[in-house]
């Protein structure tokens, strides 16, 4: 396409980008385990500088801009151990000597999917923006984001009044409207540890993530698996699998070899207290109109045989509701928080406790269908949680010990 033709495609295409703000800079893990500073800028203006721990560093393009995507993302890596970092005289988030205070969120964004559409003006049915609000009031060390960002995937259906003027696709205002602007707050609170789900595979938010905020290299193309990586600073050791192509409800031959061979790699000889952070959960139990019945079968066949006794807690999201599982020690616990803004599952009345997950019994756990975000704080042995409704009511306190998981 000739470049006056592109251009004049790209403002027609998405007149937003002119009238919104763009993102400020914000902080992410890697997969190197190095900081990741990223930043927005107009088409056409060379990427800036940052200076980290006194030096000064040129941030390098993410990739060229289109049609839909006609801003630039600019990146530059530091050590996760750097103590300043700066851009524009603006100080950004680093991770301060220990990490005490964690914030878990995750499923945030506003569906409006054929007639599926959520209320993205009402601030009650989409509570994004205030959960970041709240959340980065919290001052946490670490954010970590259990994925899918993206769910404006369709144009907001005729007539109906609760996502007029919607931006909707794979494209820059879309993820403006779902991620950028309400979770800035947040973003600029600490660095985050970015978890991809099913919402950004190729077929839906797929260019958006790689370009935006994939934790690799720059890549060409988009693929629907990527390599684990470790997030491990501050005491804390995170180990980041890419689940979002896995299946739910069968096992896939191809599928659960490779991912069997990504794990086996990934958790061999983990640290003591290690967390597995993936967007599918691992031992689940499905809810709103298949209640009771066990999920996620292509994690679970991919995983067995590959975890220690050192991998003490699976956090994850995908089921939009706050669920905790405990199996008396016999398999690292697991948490689930998928209830940062889209719309919530109703809770199965099937009881989790006693139920059997893949050979594992349940011992302990709970479930509320409630939007909300999690916070853990370090205590002298393990974590004290606490889920927080948008609007700061505690909605349960949880107890988090090695392998133990006790939510109330």
């Known amino acids: 396409m000739p470049k006056l ?143 899918d960002y993206y769910y404006r995937e369709s144009p907001c259906p005729a007539g109906n009044t609760g996502c007029t003027a919607t931006p909707h696709g794979d494209n820059f205002p879309a993820w403006q409207a779902d991620f950028f602007d309400p979770g800035a707050p947040l973003l600029a609170a600490a660095p985050w540890v970015m978890t991809r789900g099913n919402h950004e595979l190729c077929r839906r938010g797929g260019k958006g993530w790689f370009r935006l905020l994939d934790p690799h290299p720059p890549a060409e193309g988009c693929a629907d698996t990527s390599e684990p990586y470790w997030a491990a600073a501050g005491g804390v050791s995170l180990a980041v699998f890419d689940s979002a192509d896995a299946d739910d409800f069968r096992t896939d031959p191809a599928k659960v070899a490779v991912f ?30 298949l209640p009771g019945v066990p999920m996620n079968l292509t994690n679970q066949a991919a995983i067995r045989g590959h975890f220690s006794r050192d991998l003490d807690l699976v956090i994850s999201g995908h089921l939009h509701d706050f669920t905790s ?65 948008p609007d700061d009511a505690a909605l349960a306190t949880c107890r988090i010990a090695g392998r133990e998981l006790d939510c109330r």
């Open 5 to 147: 033709l592109f251009w004049l495609a790209a403002a027609l295409l998405l007149p937003a980008v002119a009238r919104a703000a763009l993102p400020g800079p914000w902080v992410e893990f890697g997969a190197d385990g190095e900081l990741s500073i990223r930043t927005a800028v107009a088409r056409g203006v060379a990427c800036p500088h940052v200076e980290i721990d006194g030096s000064d560093v040129a941030m390098a393009p993410r990739g060229e801009p289109d049609a839909a995507f006609p801003v630039e993302i600019c990146e530059a890596r530091a050590l996760a151990a750097a103590h300043r970092l700066s851009l524009a005289g603006q100080l950004l988030p680093v991770v301060r000597g220990a990490i005490r205070r964690i914030v878990v969120l995750g499923d945030t964004g506003c569906r409006v999917e054929g007639k599926a559409a959520q209320s993205c003006n009402d601030p009650a049915a989409w509570p994004f923006a205030a959960v970041a609000r709240r959340a980065a009031a919290r001052k946490p060390d670490l954010v970590i984001h259990v994925g």
């Open 260 to 289: 069997a061979k990504q794990l086996a790699t990934l958790l061999a000889g983990v640290p003591a207290h290690t967390w597995l952070v993936t967007h599918r959960p691992v031992w689940a139990l499905a809810q709103g109109n």
């Open 325 to 389: 599982y405990d199996f008396g020690g016999s398999h690292p616990a697991q948490l689930i928080a998928g209830t940062g803004g889209d719309t919530l599952l109703p809770a199965a009345s099937a009881p989790l406790v006693g139920a059997e997950i893949d050979g594992a019994t349940v011992q302990k756990g709970m479930i509320l269908a409630q939007f909300g975000y999690f916070v853990m704080e370090r205590e002298s042995e393990g974590w004290a949680g606490t889920f927080y409704s």
